[in-house]
């Protein structure tokens, strides 16, 4: 991944942060995509300090294609083309379907899937033309199975590993490979909000009988994107402790 350019979306904390950092210590030119300017500020400060400025923040909103496509060209005026797409952003607006609001629904569709769409759109054109990519497009484990409140949620992760392989088949002649992580649950802020019982139980249905680290996402989106990965596209990887087998 030595000097290779990546763009990782949501990067500024949880698992986008731990990806950035792996990519980093891999060598890689980063670029992190948020949209809120304060963490996006911070999440470059942190990653400048390992990487020696080899980081760029770009503020802007997945669910928007012209803010992408801006953003884009500051990262291609600044890095180089992009030749690693991580889509990670993604927002959570839970509630039982019976009480789910249309905006809730629109808003994580808007970010978790069309904001998928959006960054590869703006990418993979220049991918085609180099006749190289890695598209890592980051899923969650109730994309496979479905969850109790979060018909949203679980309709865009359904969605986005309908389009990876999609991508993997139409990016194949061009040497361009596709693939997406699954995460559990995954030890961020996101689980840290929740009660102490949702925990436990959470833990009772994991084969592990532990919450994962963004950590061991991280490593997984690595090696996809790494050099190493030649032979492996249009894949579903899990990182859940055995939830989903």
Do not use: H
């Not at 797409?85 to 629109?106: C, Y």
């Amino acid at each position: 991944m030595q000097g290779r350019v990546a763009l990782v979306t949501g990067g500024t904390r949880g698992i986008g942060l731990a990806i950035s950092e792996e990519f980093v210590k891999a060598g890689a030119r980063v670029a992190i995509l948020g949209s809120n300017p304060e963490n996006v500020d911070t999440a470059v400060k942190k990653l400048n300090q390992l990487s020696g400025n080899r980081v760029l923040g770009v503020v802007a909103n997945v669910g928007e294609l012209s803010e992408v496509l801006a953003g884009v060209k500051v990262i291609e005026s600044n890095l180089g083309t992009v030749e690693i797409l991580v889509n990670n952003a993604g927002i959570t607006r839970d509630a039982l379907f019976m009480r789910m609001t249309e905006e809730n629904w629109d808003n994580v569709i808007n970010v978790n899937l069309k904001g998928v769409f959006n960054c590869t759109k703006a990418v993979f054109r220049p991918m085609v033309k180099n006749r190289f990519g890695k598209i890592i497009n980051i899923t969650s484990v109730v994309g496979l199975s479905g969850n109790m409140g979060q018909a949203n949620y679980a309709a865009s992760k359904a969605g986005v590993i309908g389009f990876t392989k999609t991508i993997a088949k139409e990016g194949a002649p061009f040497n361009i490979i596709c693939n997406a992580v699954a995460p559990g649950f995954i030890d961020t802020q996101m689980t840290k909000d929740l009660p102490d019982k949702v925990i436990e139980e959470i833990r009772a249905n994991i084969p592990l009988a532990k919450l994962g680290k963004p950590e061991d996402v991280a490593k997984v989106v690595a090696f996809l994107a790494s050099d190493v990965n030649q032979y492996i596209t249009g894949q579903i990887i899990s990182v859940d402790g055995g939830m989903n087998m």
